[in-house]
């Protein structure tokens, strides 16, 4: 009888998992994260793993610590991903995070991987990981015309790499002809609008930024520091959360019990589910973006480009985390109610 039960509730999480697979309305996503210096990248991450919207093809960490790459591996294999593709920008380091700038924040990354260790990268496995340029080119390839979006949250070189890539074993188009056939939307945490001075944009290789906002042809969506830094989330996660969720433990490992901005994650749900309830362009007559070498952008009034927008809040900033929020718990439960019902 209970194995019977079993059976059928197997049987039932099996069909509706197909169902939605074969949903047309699933976005296809790839995600280019430093999941290293902050923690809003693991509430992102969460948002991508978990929302039934979205059909996850690849993660990219853009920060060379190893541990951001088994961390990652852990958080998708705690939601059930364990075959999405982790590439990770080398050469690898052992560097762990230190606040030395406010003393206020607490490292996760490191922890995250070892006591989450999971999926398709174990603890000190990280070398296993895609070199991020080649994953690029291959989920590219091999997916369906102009059906991709890739959300950046972090720095900027793999992007420049795949930029520069040429035709290799996956394909035989180059970098931009490969992003021009088969990206619908790049989405980019990093810069402030109309003008600003960002970390995500001068941190790590500023004229890396500048090659990629440069030069990217095609629809690109970016959401700027004043967009995420005014609204902070994570609370009910942290209070509420299961207790075995590893993006509920890595907010409280660095934010000590605070609520957290949310750049990255805010990101993330635009790329998921467009303008929705909760953003709007703020430029209305075209534009681009343009970064200079030394990382600071600016927005450039031109009618003639309507490829690029960046986006503002439409609501007050309360309903925009309140969203955030219900989100991260309705995330972080679904796989808990699954543990539940196959551990009857
Ligand atoms: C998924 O998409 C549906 C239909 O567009 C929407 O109602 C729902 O809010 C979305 N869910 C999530 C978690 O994004
Ligand atoms: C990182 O640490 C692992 C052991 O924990 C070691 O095998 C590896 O060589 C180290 N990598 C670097 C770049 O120091
Ligand atoms: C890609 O090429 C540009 C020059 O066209 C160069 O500035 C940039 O450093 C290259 N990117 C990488 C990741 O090597
Ligand atoms: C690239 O082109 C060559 C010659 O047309 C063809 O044989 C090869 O299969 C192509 N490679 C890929 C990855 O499509
Ligand atoms: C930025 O990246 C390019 C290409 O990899 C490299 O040539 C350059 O030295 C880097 N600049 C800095 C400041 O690291
Ligand atoms: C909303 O913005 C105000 C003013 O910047 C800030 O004090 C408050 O903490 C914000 N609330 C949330 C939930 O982010
Ligand atoms: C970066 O360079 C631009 C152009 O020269 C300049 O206007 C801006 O002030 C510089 N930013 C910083 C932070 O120095
Ligand atoms: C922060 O949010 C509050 C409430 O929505 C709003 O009044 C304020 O203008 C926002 N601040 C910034 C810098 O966007
Ligand atoms: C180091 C790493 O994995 N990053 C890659 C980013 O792109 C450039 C150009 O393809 C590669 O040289 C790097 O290896």
């Not at 169902?19 to 995600?31: D, F, N, P, Q």
């Not at 902050?38 to 059909?55: E, F, R």
């Not at 296993?128 to 340029?133: L, T």
């Not at 992003?179 to 941190?203: D, Q, R, T």
């Amino acid at each position: 009888m209970l194995r019977r039960w079993l059976c059928l509730v197997g049987l039932t999480l099996s069909t509706l998992d197909s169902v939605a697979s074969a949903s047309s309305s699933r976005k296809s996503l790839i995600i280019d994260t430093d999941l290293f210096s902050d923690v809003d990248d693991a509430g992102a991450l969460l948002l991508a793993a978990t929302s039934p919207n979205v059909s996850l093809l690849a993660v990219n960490l853009n920060y060379p610590s190893s541990y951001s790459a088994v961390a990652a591996s852990a958080i998708l294999a705690h939601y059930g991903k364990v075959d999405v593709p982790i590439g990770i920008k080398r050469p690898l380091t052992n560097e762990s995070f230190f606040d030395s700038w406010s003393f206020e924040l607490g490292e996760y990354a490191s922890k995250i991987a070892y006591h989450y260790a999971g999926g398709s990268l174990l603890w000190g496995q990280a070398d296993m990981a895609w070199e991020p340029v080649a994953l690029y080119r291959k989920v590219l390839a091999e997916a369906e015309e102009k059906s991709v979006t890739i959300a950046s949250v972090g720095f900027f070189e793999n992007l420049s790499g795949l930029l520069n890539s040429t035709a290799d074993s996956y394909s035989n188009l180059t970098g931009p002809q490969l992003i021009a056939s088969k990206v619908s939307e790049l989405v980019i945490m990093g810069g402030g609008y109309p003008s600003g001075h960002e970390f995500n944009f001068w941190g790590d290789n500023s004229s890396l930024t500048a090659h990629v906002v440069n030069n990217w042809k095609g629809r690109v969506v970016f959401s700027g520091s004043e967009l995420g830094g005014n609204v902070s989330s994570g609370g009910p996660l942290m209070n509420e959360g299961p207790v075995t969720d590893p993006v509920r433990q890595a907010y409280i490992y660095y934010t000590y019990g605070t609520p957290r901005f949310s750049w990255d994650p805010l990101t993330v749900l635009y790329a998921i589910e467009g303008l929705g309830n909760l953003f709007e362009f703020g430029n209305v007559n075209g534009g681009y973006n343009y970064v200079y070498p030394n990382g600071s952008n600016v927005w450039v009034n031109d009618e003639t480009r309507t490829e690029q927008y960046w986006l503002k809040l439409k609501t007050d900033n309360v309903t925009a985390a309140a969203e955030l929020d219900r989100l991260f718990l309705e995330g972080a439960r679904s796989v808990v109610e699954e543990e539940n019902m196959q551990m009857v």
